[in-house]
């Protein structure tokens, strides 16, 4: 069965600090994979997708993610921290077999003035 | 563009009443839809999923159940509500295996 791991169900970084986000995913087949984040009482908001196409993804808000087949990896990432980006952020994969996905538990960003 | 909606967006139900929360979605056709709970603090449960008229798969089965009465249409019921049934209810859709939206959410508390 297909799995998401994510390492660190919270990270602090300081305002202008990288962002490093890990997600690690279990797949027998080449997977879908996604990164989403969720603001308090919102529903998730699709920040980037891996489809089979380039490797290297970027999405929204100037985060960006690697897919690393060797690592069966997928972490997100943003150069510069900002204060907007404290939010929860999960990662997820298509199950080939079904209609479902399968996510992450989270990861609580905090970024620190 | 495809749009999602949710209601009700709060809703404060006693123990033992029963429950109809609603999720339609606008600008597509044949949808995979889809009902998620977050209790507090914790992460994505799938509840119910379908992907067509009248078909509902279910991963929870306890004191909840789905129905999908037109193609857009997904409504998440209960008979008689628990306590443990207070958490956030999220909607969403997809087209195939590609990426899912997510409506605004329920917060729904039992007393």
């Known amino acids: 069965a297909q799995s998401v791991t994510q390492l660190g169900s919270h990270v602090s970084v300081s305002e202008g600090a990288l962002v490093l986000l890990r997600c690690n995913y279990s797949?027998?087949?080449?997977?879908?994979l996604f990164w989403y984040v969720q603001y308090p009482n919102q529903g998730l908001q699709l920040l980037l997708k891996y489809t089979s196409a380039a490797t290297l993804v970027k999405g929204i808000n100037g985060f960006e993610a690697e897919f690393k087949k060797s690592e069966t990896s997928f972490h997100l990432t943003k150069p510069s921290a900002h204060m907007s980006d404290a939010a929860e952020y999960f990662c997820?994969?298509?199950?080939?077999?079904?209609?479902?996905?399968?996510f992450g538990t989270g990861t609580r960003l905090k970024v620190l003035a | 563009s495809q749009t999602i909606h949710q209601w009700p967006a709060t809703l404060v139900q006693p123990v033992g009443s029963p429950l109809s929360l609603e999720c339609t979605v606008e600008?597509?056709?044949?949808?995979?839809l889809y009902w998620y709970r977050q209790a507090a603090g914790r992460g994505l449960q799938l509840l119910f999923y379908s992907v067509g008229i009248g078909q509902i798969s279910s991963e929870v089965p306890q004191n909840l159940s789905a129905s999908r009465p037109q193609d857009r249409q997904f409504i998440l019921s209960s008979k008689k509500l628990l306590l443990s049934d207070s958490g956030f209810y999220l909607c969403a859709w997809s087209a195939g295996h590609y990426e899912q939206y997510f409506g605004p959410g329920t917060r729904l508390t039992v007393t």
């Open positions: 797949s027998s087949v080449p997977p879908y």
């Open positions: 997820a994969v298509s199950d080939s077999g079904t209609y479902k996905y399968i």
């Open positions: 600008g597509t056709s044949n949808p995979n």
